[in-house]
């Protein structure tokens, strides 16, 4: 049975495990893994060095060339370029470890096991952390039962949420976003072609901030960029992102939608999952708490509108987005739209004092 863990987790297992512990990550590309590790130990000031082992084919490319010491008359290695000659302890991140050749294996055994490289030891408090790909779409190498007694093993599947507050805060394009938070499946889907495994391309984390930096050049997805983002995420994600995508942009309502036309705009909602229903509530609270005093006009029009909303909510049982609602309602940043929708709406009042009974009483 895998030990999985997500981001979390990841974060937790790093911050325990004492230095002289070995940890073992397994999963597939694409997932984070190097730029969490390099994440986390930089900001402790610890310098992580990353090591490509499947990359390397000679063991002289790990523990540097041969030297003759004319002084001893001894033949020593000198130190690869990465290696901290000045005392300080790093991170040794051995990514691809089941790529490598076993000739490079050898050498990692006893750098594992005493935190030496040709007899030069490491400083004191530096970490071995190794990455692996899990998956029999892979071209690995077998390890050995010793060496990987030697870690601390874990798989890391990061959950498609934290991806998405991680994406929010480094402002991806909105409409990866949307896509991904309604099918989060597509994410990281590793799924070949057989006739063409080799080079077919699937989704993974790498790959949307790939698409993320295409995006930011087209305003407006059109059956021309499918092939465009079929070379990044393969031709089923693509084409249903852009069919996706195009499709909710020709229905998408927005919050002055609800506000300025109410009724006739419902009818596009019935689709809507919690978190477009989210979004349209925050921005109808932020339109209301924005000014002291709305117009007597348009006030009539929103007042009518969001009563008709908050019922068409109600009647069609969408509870958990009404529990939203009155979440935001009673939320002491928006006192301006609390005092709009006291005054010029009671019957969203009456609505919301009828939902929490019924839910006080239901719980």
Not at 186 to 208: F, G, H, I, Q
Not at 301 to 322: D, G, I, P, Q, V
Request: with cysteine; aromatic share 10%.
């Amino acid at each position: 049975m895998q030990n999985t863990i997500n981001t979390e987790e990841l974060l937790e297992v790093l911050k325990v495990t004492p230095p002289e512990q070995n940890i073992m990550l397994a999963g597939n590309h694409g997932i984070g893994k190097s730029q969490i590790i390099t994440d986390y130990f930089s900001k402790k000031k610890m310098k992580v060095v990353t090591l490509f082992l499947g990359q390397m084919s000679d063991p002289g490319d790990l523990i540097g060339l041969p030297h003759y010491d004319e002084a001893t008359g001894l033949t020593t290695f000198s130190p690869p370029y990465w290696f901290p000659i000045d005392g300080k302890p790093i991170v040794l991140f051995l990514d691809e470890l089941n790529r490598a050749r076993p000739e490079i294996l050898q050498i990692i055994m006893d750098l594992t096991l005493n935190k030496k490289l040709a007899g030069r030891p490491l400083p004191q408090g530096s970490r071995i952390v190794s990455a692996v790909n899990a998956g029999d779409e892979y071209q690995l190498t077998d390890l050995d039962p010793a060496l990987v007694s030697r870690f601390n093993i874990y798989t890391f599947k990061p959950s498609s949420d934290e991806w998405l507050k991680w994406a929010a805060k480094k402002g991806f394009d909105s409409r990866i976003l949307h896509y991904i938070k309604l099918k989060p499946n597509r994410l990281d889907c590793y799924r070949v072609d057989e006739e063409d495994s080799n080079l077919t391309k699937t989704p993974d984390r790498r790959a949307w901030e790939k698409v993320n930096d295409i995006l930011k050049s087209i305003p407006e997805l059109k059956p021309v960029h499918n092939k465009i983002l079929t070379g990044v995420i393969g031709e089923l994600t693509a084409v249903d992102f852009i069919t996706t995508e195009s499709t909710r942009e020709k229905n998408k309502v927005s919050a002055l939608d609800i506000l300025e036309k109410g009724e006739e705009v419902f009818i596009k909602l019935s689709p809507y999952q919690i978190f477009e229903y989210s979004e349209i509530i925050d921005s109808i609270f932020d339109i209301l708490n924005s000014s002291d005093s709305i117009p007597i006009k348009t006030s009539k029009t929103y007042s009518k509108n969001l009563c008709a909303f908050t019922a068409w909510l109600n009647e069609n049982r969408k509870y958990e987005t009404l529990a939203y609602f009155t979440s935001l309602y009673t939320d002491s940043n928006y006192e301006n739209a609390k005092a709009f929708l006291q005054t010029k709406c009671p019957e969203i009042s009456e609505t919301i004092s009828q939902f929490v009974s019924n839910y006080d009483v239901s719980a």
